[in-house]
């Protein structure tokens, strides 16, 4: 970028005398104005420096000083001082002037050595801020909330996608925060003052989705009354955000590739070509891997897609953040609501958010903890407050029971879906159909986990997404481990 100096003097020759010298250096935009409003008029455009003379008809130098002191204090302003008011150049400095310099005396010696000060100031200060926004981001990367080991190797993958443009694939059980993690990485790259565009692949009705990527041109189906820009235009400087990219068919699939090859598109319907700039990031909650394996899923659009490939881990995995999240929550929704700004969670909520196992995620979290907050009698938010399932902290777990272990859930809503029914009354009642304690349900989930886990603590107690404490204590309990 070109380094942008305003040259403000009444004397035309002067003026001209010095944009001559200062353009020698072609990395230098040099302006001229004949007066101090003039200048002011164009101030707005923050230049890098503005070499300022003191004695002019109108408001004068130490006026225009003033005023931009008052409206643009980090612009750099140097008097031009005329010999015999030296005194006056003193006082600009007073006013906040950061040199100046006399005319026909030091004027071209040191107007040199005052740019190049000027101009590694001006850069230094830069630097510094690009600094403080990189440590800002480092503590709350875009408002992603998470110390958990497993989430500060995700605050890390981040950061990696920042330094370029490679495209990234987010994969995550849904409500993980897969769209949070898209606009962290939108909103921290360069492109953030582009545009953050979402398709959502699964929303939209199949045979529109190629109008939705790429445009259409007026008449080229029926419905099509107009020419319409698509996605993919929209998103020129900015990010394009694929949502449920494992629901495109495969027609879809190849047209995509085609696009994200030569990073040109054509509207439906039309003849031209169009290149687009967009960073592509794509999410699913569904296991790619296996589509491939299955043929649903192109390989080569995955290695187009996957360059940064982002895993965001279940809530459950994710230990104490759970806490920090349930208090992020709350203090947000009293924020907005200061009329529960008494609302606290009681231990022994604080332990049932811990011990449950959020099918949902974080999204689920969110709900309950803002419902927990209306429901509530009193300022304590009790564990029944929270309207937990009590069956689903282990239903979650019953229904992955005849999936191996580490087998993705396929769909939204096979975690869900216990709540509705028959499924949950399967989980309470026994073999022959008595009802079962709570106790006896818990030392039953236990028991499978640690079956299944092949005896691994700690994966069985992730997967239950209690402590691991919690786990050697409840294993003792049950007499499952000496
Ligand atoms: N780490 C986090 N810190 C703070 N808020 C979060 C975090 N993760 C998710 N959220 C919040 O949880 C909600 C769900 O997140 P988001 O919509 O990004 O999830 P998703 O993975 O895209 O869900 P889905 O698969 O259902 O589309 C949002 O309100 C989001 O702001
Ligand atoms: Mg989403």
């Known amino acids: 970028m070109k380094f942008k100096i305003f040259v403000v003097d009444d004397d035309r020759h002067y003026g001209r005398m010095l944009s001559y010298r200062l353009e020698k250096n072609l990395d230098n935009e040099v302006h001229s104005f004949s007066s101090g409003e003039a200048a002011l008029e164009r101030i707005d455009e923050e230049p890098d420096l503005v070499l300022l003379d ?24 140097v008097m031009v001082s005329a010999q015999g008011v030296i005194d006056v150049a003193v006082e600009s400095m007073q006013l906040g002037a950061y040199d100046y310099i006399t005319k026909g005396q030091d004027d071209l010696l040191k107007l040199d050595t005052v740019v190049k000060n000027v101009r590694e100031k001006s850069e230094m200060e830069k630097e510094l801020m690009q600094l403080r ?6 503590f709350s990367i875009g408002g992603l909330v998470g110390e958990s080991p497993a989430m500060k190797g995700v605050h890390r993958t981040i950061e990696k996608t920042l330094r370029g443009d490679l495209t990234v694939a987010i994969q995550g059980e849904s409500g993980t925060g897969k769209e949070l993690v898209a606009k962290a990485i939108h909103y921290g790259s360069n492109r953030k003052d582009g545009p953050f565009v979402v398709v959502n692949c699964a929303a939209i009705p199949r045979e529109l989705m190629e109008s939705e990527f790429f445009g259409h041109e007026k008449g080229s189906f029926t419905g099509a009354h107009a020419r319409k820009i698509g996605k993919f235009e929209q998103a020129n400087a900015g990010t394009i955000f694929l949502d449920e990219i494992g629901e495109l068919d495969l ?21 031209e070509t169009i290149r687009f700039d967009a960073r592509v990031i794509s999410a699913t909650n569904k296991d ?12 080569d659009l995955y290695y187009r897609l996957f360059q ?23 203090k947000n929704y009293i924020d907005g609501h200061p009329e529960f700004a008494a609302k606290r969670l009681t231990g022994d909520a604080r332990r049932a958010v811990l011990e449950y196992s959020w099918p949902g995620n974080v999204r689920e979290l969110k709900s309950a903890i803002e419902r927990a907050i209306l429901v509530s009698d009193s300022d304590d938010i009790s564990p029944d407050d929270l309207m937990l399932n009590r069956g689903s902290g282990i239903s979650p777990w019953t229904e992955r029971a005849g999936v191996a272990v580490g087998e993705r859930i396929e ?16 989980v309470s009642l026994g073999e022959d ?3 079962l304690s709570l106790d006896e349900i818990k030392r039953q989930a236990i028991e499978r986990a640690y079956r299944v886990c092949e005896g691994n603590v700690d994966r069985a107690a992730v997967e239950l997404g209690i402590g691991r404490a919690t786990m050697y204590r409840l294993l003792k309990k049950y007499k499952l481990m000496a």
């Open 133 to 138: 926004g990189v440590v800002k981001e480092r």
């Open 251 to 271: 027609d879809l699939q190849a047209k995509l590739l085609r696009a994200l090859q030569s990073f040109e598109i054509v509207r439906v319907g039309g003849n």
């Open 54 to 77: 003191i004695m002019m008809p109108g408001i004068g130098g130490l006026e225009t000083l003033k005023r931009i002191r008052a409206d643009h204090p980090t612009v750099p302003v």
């Open 288 to 299: 790619v891997e296996q589509m491939i394996r299955k043929g649903t899923f192109r390989e």
């Open 308 to 330: 940064f490939p982002v895993a965001l881990p279940p809530l459950r995995a994710r230990g104490k953040d759970i806490i920090l999240l349930a208090n992020h929550f709350l």
């Open 411 to 426: 769909s939204d809503r096979a975690p869900v879906s216990s709540s509705n029914g028959a499924d949950e009354l399967a």
């Open 433 to 435: 159909g008595e009802i």
